[in-house]
């Protein structure tokens, strides 16, 4: 099997994904990429086949969108550097994300199985039946108290495992079975990190918001004391 097996996507990648792409499916960790999930400004997400299941492979835009200015920007000794630090960056966010849903997850919280990282891509457990499972943003819960109840054990557990998710909203929530999977990792810093009390009243502050709205009132204070809390 050549790397024309991801001809289809030879233009939606660059050619160093491309490579990277075959790479992690030569490694066993999926077959081949059945569809688009998200196609978005910062990752595409995509459904890959390995075997009889389904998984995610979320890849971050690197040239992708930039193809030709970065090819523009090879051919010149001035920018080498400025492209090479900006992959470096975009290496480092796809490794962070992949430490942090591993870290999560020996925590204990329900979170995407983190499979292989490699450069660019992560490759990841598919939260979902035989579809992935929608956002929060897409399907309310049922059961708004119950799940908020889950939710708030879920970020407790992460606290526990001593990070801060920093970008809680109902875009990455998925609502599984009207269970709460929390995702999209790259951005959850330690609780080392300065001014973390402040990212975490932030995701407390959105849930306030988001769970206001279908009549559960909560408390941002005493959340976050909750959460906290030994
Ligand atoms: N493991 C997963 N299982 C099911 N669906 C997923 C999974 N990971 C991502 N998705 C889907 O893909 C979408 C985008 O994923 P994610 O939020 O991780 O990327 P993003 O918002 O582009 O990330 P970033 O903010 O880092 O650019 C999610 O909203 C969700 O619908
Ligand atoms: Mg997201």
């Given at each position: 099997m050549g790397k024309n097996k991801f001809i289809t996507y030879e233009n939606v990648f660059d050619q160093s994904t491309l490579r990277g792409l075959f790479k992690v499916s030569s490694q066993g960790y999926f077959d081949e990429i059945k569809s688009p999930v998200k196609i978005g400004k910062e990752s595409n997400v995509f459904t890959v086949e390995s075997g009889d299941e389904l998984r995610i492979v979320k890849v971050y835009r690197?040239?992708?969108?930039f193809a030709k200015m970065m090819d523009y920007m090879r051919a010149d000794p001035r920018y080498m550097n400025v492209n090479g630090s900006k992959l470096t960056v975009v290496y480092a966010w796809a490794k962070k994300e992949f430490a942090n849903l591993l870290k999560a997850r020996k925590g204990g919280v329900t979170v995407p199985t983190p499979y292989a990282v490699h450069k660019n891509i992560l490759c990841m457990e598919m939260i979902g039946d035989s579809t992935p499972a929608p956002m929060l943003h897409k399907r309310s819960p049922d059961n708004i108290e119950l799940f908020y109840k889950r939710l708030r054990r879920e970020i407790k557990k992460l606290y526990k495992a001593?990070?801060?998710?920093?970008?809680?909203s109902e875009y990455n929530i998925l609502n599984f079975n009207d269970k709460p999977v929390l995702i999209d990792f790259s951005h959850a810093v330690d609780l080392?990190?300065?001014?973390v009390e402040k990212f975490l009243m932030r995701d407390i502050n959105n849930l306030v918001r988001y769970f206001g709205r279908f009549g559960l009132d909560l408390d941002a204070d005493e959340e976050y004391a909750k959460i906290v809390a030994k």
């Open positions: 690197t040239a992708a969108s001593r990070l801060v998710h920093t970008d809680i080392r990190y300065p001014g």
